[in-house]
């Protein structure tokens, strides 16, 4: 987005600057701008930060290898959890609103100021917590579960980055409320607004239930509150803690469809279809926080199995549908760009070459058989008996957030770089490898931690050969070859994570000037016929893809489907073995 | 393109693809289908979790784990000092979770069923008995009874799988499975 020097731009009597888009043709406000750039960069240092920490964990828990003592370890891993889980993906997904409301509604960003000082907010509490967590007494974990308790400092910092965080959900819905009021644009949002606004619903939902948890924890932690409830605690913590992933996996949703559009030319197959699925995770996803508490004492099972379920599954079938119409809409797509032979050419010739889409697409897949067949197991009632605790529940998570939602993170940055930072992505052959490094890394610590788990590996634990308890126990060798693949592609993730630091950071730094005569190529390879028409032309048509026959989708759903039903079945199976018990 | 308006206003009115509906169709009754799987298991499944759960001071937990170690106890487990507790089968046995233990160590009977109390003395722990790799949350103030039948013979070891500070790693139990008959 080369910019004519800054235009002024005059909207309902508010004067905004803005520069135009040579890309896409948008409007963008500098302000905007500038706010993107602080959260995407800030997110990026806390994605190191987090990143390098993970792998001192795997690392430890390698047992070979056994890197660090146990005090740094628990030390460590709190921090990972909180560096990588809360403050990169939430920097980033502010980042995400502001582009999927200022910039793509053409619209000048509510209130600028303010959205610094949640930004400013979010810095301090973010640092407050990490330096709560360095002196030590604060070696909680992500969950910090009463009656354990952390300093002051550490619920304090969560509380002003919740706080923060707030405001920049403010500040999005402001700015829909004026691109509205000054009629910005036409008709409904677009598909991709729609899934930011998906995100910020749940957001404010989440971060309601992070207050009403925290701030009474705060209060307890200083000595004003006498009894937090453990029971309580985990409910409505996980409130938080659960539906905040389900801000990810909006804004993953949007970000893949934001991808397949700018790079393929894709429109969702029906506009109906994908909001609709959009909605459901509204509708469903907050009462994910039973996923937490499936072998606790003191919940109904009529509580557990209909929470669990998100009501009937109401809310994965949100992401079943996604499942099938963004391949879908790659598909159709590719067809319309002329790949129409067979069941796969539209596949076979997508942009592997360009890593936007690569890690747009593992994203999707890794997301799905990954994370999203494993998290149905693991909320699976009485399945949750063999898996709670143990290292499954990792494997799970690393499977979406790390498989799923930081890939798409990185995979859209690439686009971001040349269209917001408007520099060209330095070392461009590396950065082709850097989403299939990462992705396999991160494919193959979900996979083997699930396979720790499902043979009983516990988490969130220093010494799996116990040489310190006063009864010992030996997990089978296959569970320590499983921690040694983990800590393999631990590395491999990690060397994928620091060639996107590097990429990144340098690109910012020296990548070479965007203006309106490179703006296109430099978003890297795409279709032929999406660059002839420019990717603005694309980009200005929207709506449903029309009646396409999709056979590639179907198989690739079909195949999906098929392992999901195996899988679901084998684990009860797994079950039925078990030591009876009522 | 997902970054526009969508180019027909009224999208509400466009109509869905056929695969599109029918993958829609799948999905939810595969939806109901899992969510019936979860009820039936409740009916026909013979690993539930029980829900018989009390509030219990941790103080009268613990007096009462004594008691009843004091009433079964056939032994101590090797050198550890632990004692081993046999229960009569259908009895009421404890089993307590505290900085960095479960205590005593139980002998149950392969086959037979017992109603094990499960609390914690202090903070949160995880009952995890391996490798049966059976994983239940420990709360401290909430008793769980939980009526469990061991199939198979053997040493099981339980290991704490909530994270409770700087000895978790040591946390460890035992109950020990012997034939009927060869108890006590």
Redesign the interface.
Request: net charge negative; hydrophobic share 40%.
């Given at each position: 987005m080369a910019t004519a020097a800054g235009e002024l731009g005059v909207i309902g009597g508010i004067a905004a600057k803005f520069r135009s888009c040579p890309v896409t043709g948008l409007k963008v406000d500098l302000a905007a701008e500038r706010l993107i750039k602080a959260n995407a960069v800030v997110a990026v240092v806390y994605l190191a930060i987090g990143g390098l920490l993970g792998l001192l964990v795997a690392l430890t828990r390698w047992p070979a290898i056994h890197l660090l003592d146990s005090d740094t370890f628990y030390l460590v891993l709190t921090a990972h959890g909180i560096n990588v889980l809360l403050f990169w993906i939430i920097f980033f997904e502010i980042a995400v609103l502001y582009f999927a409301s200022a910039v793509l509604l053409n619209c000048r960003l509510a209130t600028p100021w303010l959205a610094w000082v949640g930004f400013g907010l979010m810095v301090v509490g973010s640092l407050l917590v990490n330096w709560a967590v360095l002196q030590g007494d604060s070696s909680v974990m992500f969950t910090s579960y009463v009656p354990m308790q952390a300093s002051p400092n550490f619920y304090l910092g969560l509380i002003l980055f919740a706080v923060g965080a707030l405001i920049g959900c403010a500040v999005f819905f402001g700015t829909l409320v004026i691109a509205r009021e000054e009629r910005t644009y036409e008709g409904s949002v677009p598909l991709v607004t729609f899934g930011a606004i998906t995100a910020a619903i749940i957001a404010v939902f989440t971060i309601a239930a992070g207050a009403m948890i925290l701030i009474p924890t705060w209060l307890w932690s200083l000595g004003y509150i006498a009894n937090i409830d453990t029971l309580m605690y985990k409910l409505v913590w996980w409130g938080m803690g659960h539906s905040s992933q389900q801000i990810n996996v909006s804004a993953q949703v949007a970000i893949w469809y934001a991808i397949i559009g700018l790079l393929l030319g894709a429109k969702p197959l029906s506009e109906k279809v994908s909001r609709t699925a959009f909605f459901l995770y509204i509708l469903f996803l907050q009462i994910a926080s039973a996923h937490h508490l499936l072998v606790e004492p003191g919940l109904s099972a009529e509580w557990k199995v209909f929470n669990t379920s998100y009501a009937l599954y109401l809310a994965v079938l949100g992401s079943l549908i996604h499942g099938m119409t963004v391949p879908g809409a790659i598909e159709a797509a590719q067809r319309k760009n002329g790949y129409v032979n067979g069941v796969f050419e539209w596949l076979r010739k997508a942009p592997w070459d360009n890593p936007a889409f690569a890690g747009m697409f593992l994203s999707l897949v890794l997301f799905g058989f990954l994370g999203g067949i494993s998290g149905v197991v693991l909320g699976s009632e009485q399945l949750n008996i063999m898996m709670h605790n143990t290292l499954y529940v990792p494997g799970h998570f690393h499977g979406t957030v790390v498989a799923g939602t930081t890939l798409a993170f990185m995979a859209i940055t690439y686009l971001v770089l040349p269209l917001v930072f408007q520099r060209q992505v330095i070392w461009p052959k590396l950065a082709k490898w850097q989403p299939y490094l990462f992705g396999i890394g991160a494919g193959g610590i979900s996979l083997f931690m699930m396979g720790a788990g499902t043979l009983g590996v516990s988490r969130r634990h220093w010494d799996i050969t116990f040489s310190d308890a006063l009864l010992s126990f030996d997990y089978p060798p296959a569970a320590f070859l499983m921690m040694g693949l983990n800590g393999i592609f631990a590395i491999l993730a990690s060397i994928g994570g620091i060639l996107y630091i590097l990429i990144t950071v340098g690109t910012v730094l020296w990548g070479k000037k965007v203006d309106a005569s490179n703006a296109v190529e430099s978003l890297g390879p795409m279709p032929a016929r999406v660059l002839q028409s420019g990717a603005s032309a694309n980009v200005a048509k929207h709506g449903n893809a029309g009646t396409f026959a999709l056979p590639g989708t179907y198989v690739i759903v079909g195949v999906f489907f098929v392992s999901f039903v195996l899988y679901y079945f084998v684990n009860w199976k797994y079950l039925s073995e078990l030591w009876p018990m009522s | 393109?997902?970054?526009?308006?969508?180019?027909?206003?009224v999208?509400?009115n466009?109509?869905?693809?056929r695969?599109?509906l029918l993958?829609?169709v799948?999905?939810?009754l595969?939806?109901?289908f899992?969510?019936g799987?979860?009820?039936y298991?409740?009916i026909e499944?013979?690993?539930?979790?029980?829900?018989e759960?009390y509030r219990i001071d941790p103080e009268l937990f613990a007096q009462r784990a004594e008691e009843t170690t004091e009433k079964y106890k056939i032994g101590e487990?090797g050198d550890?000092g632990?004692p081993i507790v046999a229960p009569p089968p259908g009895a009421d046995v404890y089993m307590v979770a505290r900085l960095w233990?479960f205590w005593p160590?139980l002998q149950l009977e392969k086959g037979q069923s017992y109603r094990l109390h499960i609390s914690s003395l202090?903070?949160?722990h995880?009952f995890?008995?391996?490798?049966?790799?059976?994983?239940?949350?420990?709360?401290?103030?909430?008793?769980?009874i939980?009526?469990?039948?061991?199939?198979e013979t053997g040493v099981f070891?339980v290991?704490?799988?909530?994270?409770?500070?700087?000895g978790?790693?040591?946390?460890?139990?035992?109950i020990r499975v012997v034939e009927p008959g060869q108890g006590g």
């Open positions: - | 393109m997902a970054l526009r308006p969508p180019e027909v206003r999208w509400w466009e109509p869905i693809a695969g599109e993958w829609i799948i999905a939810f595969w939806g109901l899992m969510f799987m979860m009820i298991w409740h499944g013979e690993q539930n979790l029980s829900t759960v487990e550890t632990i233990e160590v202090d903070w949160q995880g995890s008995l391996q490798p049966v790799n059976i994983n239940l949350q420990v709360h401290p103030g909430l008793e769980h939980i009526t469990i039948t061991p199939r070891t290991v704490c799988n909530e994270y409770c500070g700087a978790h790693h040591t946390m460890t139990g035992r």
